[in-house]
């Protein structure tokens, strides 16, 4: 049974379609990285899956309905949401005494290991923390539970690059400790891309990208081409075309490696390149096709 | 091999039934309570200097006690019972107007302020259900505060009781004479029944409202609770000339009208709530359904409505 299973998720807000009939699937133990432009539908689709939000379709969250059974779902699924949820006035170590005394699967002894490492003390409030302190603390306590299930909404957003580095250093760890499942959207593509092993663009309440890293990286190749090979590459039909340090760097789907190697340097485009040119794509198909 | 497939077996149970660290309703029940204490400390905070301040009052005030004592006791054994029962009546009504203001500025913001700061988001993130969570918040006026005054007014009591009684005694004075006119153990009881029935349960219907208002508004939620009420009742006013709607909000707000008895002033009677006439009362029952209809709609909301 998939983690996640939506069937034409649909959600409305007002006039503006948020979410229009998403189909998708998360199996278990996957890293999916959700990446799309603002206003792409990223935070719908996660708080649909952690019930805070209704909608219209199917969806089942670890075999559940996240509407009408968010409490229950909750023991098995950790929320990040992205902006700072923390309740200002909560001190740290009443913040660990509530979870443990709510939550089934909370370690307290992990989290307050957790907590040792970092610059944070038990009788410190939230409001007396820096952004990036809260949101090693959140993390503290959502590694600390068991969950199946772990959705993160731009967990980084607002951090220096130190906290993000750590933040998902830590994530890897506690991954590779014991496997379960991760959705994380985010802008930050370069700082997941190492560690997703699934990958699925949104864009205007539509996937219109959903692969394994494996097939990203099987399929997908960019192409610094030789000048005097332009026009070759050009007609092997390439899906974008960008100018780096005065050359042509080109992007192919699904085109043979030795013939491309022949054009020029051939290597993996990194998910940020292969975002824009996705996208782009996309903004420009009532004109035709981008050569 | 019998012990790894023992504890396979124990796993797929663990996993398939109750979970075996399943933590029960009574234990989230209170910790639910204790984060609203952390949240919003004037429950106790605001009680406790109320108490702090009557007594403060009262210690400065004793040094005109044995001459206010002799006054009396020249008055009719009625009178007297007044004079010297006075104070400890006021201490229990400024621990009840505290508490009656805390929980309405309480309620107020119990569903709002959580959406607004976003915290709700991190609320919802733990396996607390909305129903648990709005009943956890409606237990704070209706149970919590009311008991919170009762200790405090009778602790209060006794303190005025032994510094009197020690005054009274230090200045060639009977000193059984307070504890004979203000019994602690029947008066602590009277203010028990009336915090809990009245401030409680007569009380519970407006709470309820506060929080379903609390749970709706995206702003003001205290013009949002206050305004609708007060205008309906001007429109009937204006328009019927009648004020029935006045008439109930106010006999809801001075709780079971018609049985205080009126010509002695204020005193300690006065709060005692008869149980039955109280609980035969239709005004009570109507109040708690419609108390169950206000809170069913705040937990209807707090699933829907998102951060503000």
Known sequence: MACIEARGLRKTYGSTVALDRVDLEVEDGRILGLIGPNGAGKTTALNAFVGLTSYEGQLHVLGRNPWSERDRLMRDVCFIADVAVLPRWIRVSQLLDYVAGVHPRFDRSKATAALAKTGIALNQRVRQLSKGMVTQLHLAIVMAIDARLLILDEPTLGLDLLSRKAFYDSLLTDYLERSRTVVVATHQVEEVQHILTDLMFIDRGRIVFNRRMDDVEALYREVLVHPDAIGTARSLNPIYERQAVGRSVLLFEGVDPQQLAALGDVRTPSVADLFVAIMSRRGAQPQGAVQ | ?308
């Open chain 2, 1 to 308: 091999m019998n012990t790894s497939s023992q504890a396979m077996a124990g796993s797929h149970v663990g996993s398939d039934a109750v979970t075996p660290g399943d933590i029960s309703l009574v234990r989230r029940l209170y910790w639910s309570v204790t984060r609203e204490l952390w949240e919003n400390r004037s429950i106790y905070l605001a009680p406790l200097a109320a108490a702090g301040v009557f007594l403060v009052g009262f210690l400065f005030g004793l040094g005109g006690l044995p001459a206010r004592v002799r006054a009396a006791m020249a008055l009719a054994p009625l009178q007297q019972h007044h004079t010297i029962e006075q104070p400890f009546f006021f201490v229990g009504l400024v621990l009840m107007l505290t508490e009656v203001l805390v929980a309405v500025f309480y309620c107020v913001d119990a569903l709002y302020g959580e959406r607004r700061d976003r915290s709700i988001l991190f609320w919802k993130s733990v396996p607390v259900s909305d129903a648990l969570s709005v009943l956890a918040k409606a237990s704070i006026p209706i149970l919590v505060l009311p008991l919170i005054a009762f200790v405090l007014t009778t602790v209060a009591q006794f303190v005025m009781l032994v510094v009197s009684s020690a005054v009274l005694a230090g200045s060639g004075l009977d000193s059984a004479m307070v504890w004979t006119h203000v019994p602690l153990v029947q008066t602590s009881f009277i203010n028990l029944t009336h915090l809990v029935l009245v401030h409680g349960l007569w009380y519970a219907p407006l709470y309820g409202w506060l929080l379903l208002v609390s749970a709706w508004a995206k702003r003001v939620p205290f013009l949002w609770a206050v305004l609708p009420p007060a205008a309906i009742g001007v429109v009937e006013k204006l328009a019927f000339n009648t004020s029935y709607v006045g008439t109930m909000l106010g006999d809801r707000l001075g709780g079971l009208s018609g049985d205080a008895p009126s010509g002695d002033g204020m005193n300690m009677v006065m709060l005692a709530t008869p149980l039955t006439q109280f609980l035969t009362a239709p005004g009570l029952w109507i109040g708690l359904a419609l108390t169950a209809v206000f809170l069913y709609g705040a937990v209807r909301l707090r699933r829907v409505r998102g951060v503000i």
